[in-house]
């Protein structure tokens, strides 16, 4: 063999190695979180709610909250994001403003978790007087993916190509058409990776939700608007840690934690059915 | 017979920030006849060809000074309204910039954003669009099917038919041929030929034979100036300026 072939042969084996060790870390760590939580999973665990009286143990409190959670806060940091991210890339024109905005969207996607935590408990349940609610969470969790969704958002917008809008201006399309046709349709793929990524945090989450949204396992009422805007309660991250931590009730809490990783596969395969399908229209 | 100017330069010049592009350009272009733009690469045809519809306003830093009209009014007065200006005078690019919609939906682009909502004038635009760009033969029975899929000649026609659809009263053209094969470079010649009773055509092209098959007027651009402009047969044929015949002896060897 001659050096260049050695290269190469180490240079895949490395990339194979890490791309190996990745994968093997995942299973792991699924493995392990599965072969620890299965024993406890059920579907009474899995639909019933936790009951001291009666001796059950559930979580679907805890499931119904977290989806609650997503949806709002994605509903909330969706328009707000696109929104702002279309102003500063195709809009703006004060060069501090944009870069001004693009230096704080950096900064505070690196903040810790817990600063959220005591803005949005100072804010939105104190001086908005929400209390500890999924809405006071749900709003804080909006706030700090903010950041995720504006930048990806803005570069999808910066790489949709050049001669969408020469052709759509050179047919006379005001910017505004050009952009709603075009640009943002192009630029899907990267606002649906923004939106996993502000899934993916927001299911992660526990800090900003136990200090903003409460930590009852009790199973809330969503039949009225005022009843929905009052219930507060632990998402599935935050029952895990209540589980592991408040009771030392490990089972339970690897059982809530192979619930949670199938929640993350599915809102990323439905994220990418969704792009797929956005793209083709 | 006059001929009516529609386009006119007066001491034109044309920067991209401190670089000037154009220098003092004089030119008239007249309405329904077409009008070759030729030069070596880098002397500022595209820049011109583009000042026209005001493209170039999406560079940023870039700007013009002296006077260029449309129909007497200055293009780049302020408070014009670009878009406006830019259905009247549409433009077909290098490359064709097809939108990654339905063939159909491509030439009903223009026509929609100037709030054509009805299903039966869509319907009529498009395939008259299509029959002027010499295109709907080949089309008719797709044109549900991505404009993507087409080979790269049938692409800069449909380009055509979609910058037609908007019925704009001129056309510009940036060497709008210099991607095709020799028989969809000729389909377009050909269609050139049809489509100037109707529209005013400014084309920049690399093509001498191209330029003299097509245009009744030729100017011949150096260094961001115009050297020499004329009946294509003349300056082609006798060229008044010494630089032109040199690059015309150049090109055609
Ligand atoms: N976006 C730009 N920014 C800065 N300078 C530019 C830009 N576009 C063109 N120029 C410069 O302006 C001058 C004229 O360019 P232009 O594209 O108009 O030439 P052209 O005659 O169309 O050339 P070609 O035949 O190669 O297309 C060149 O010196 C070019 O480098
Ligand atoms: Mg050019």
Redo the contacts between chains.
Sequence with gaps: MNPRHIRDFAAKALLWLSAGAVSALLLALAGYAGFRGAPELSWRFLTGQESILGGTAGILPSVVNTLVVIAVSLAVVLPVGVGAAVYLTEYARNRLFVEGAAFAAGVLSGVPSILYAMIGALVFCDKLGLQKTLLAGSLTLSIMTLPTVLRTTQESLKAA?L????????????KW?MIR??IL??SVDGIVTGCILAAGRVVGETAVLMYTAGLSMVMQDFSSLQSALDASGATLSTALYVYAKERADFGAAFAVATVLLFLTAAINSLAAAVGRRVRRV | MSEQIILSARGLDFYYGPAQALRSIHLDIPAKKVTALIGPSGCGKSTFLRCL?R?ND?IPGARAEGSLTFHGEEIYQKGRDV??????I??V?Q?P????MSIYDNVA??PR??GIRSRSALDETVERSLRAAAIWEEVANRLKRPALGLSGGQQQRL?IA??LA?EPEVLLMDEATSALDPISTGRIETLLGTLKDRYTIVLVTHNMRQAARVSSRTAFFLNGEVVERGPTERLFSMPRDRRTEAYLTGCLG
């Design positions: 190509p001669s969408y809008r020469e052709g759509a201006l050179g047919l006379g399309a005001g058409p046709t075009l349709p192009a | 519809n493209m999406l878009a406006a200006l830019r259905r009247r549409g433009m690019f490359k910039n097809l939108f990654p682009y223009g954003l100037h380009c979609r910058a908007v």
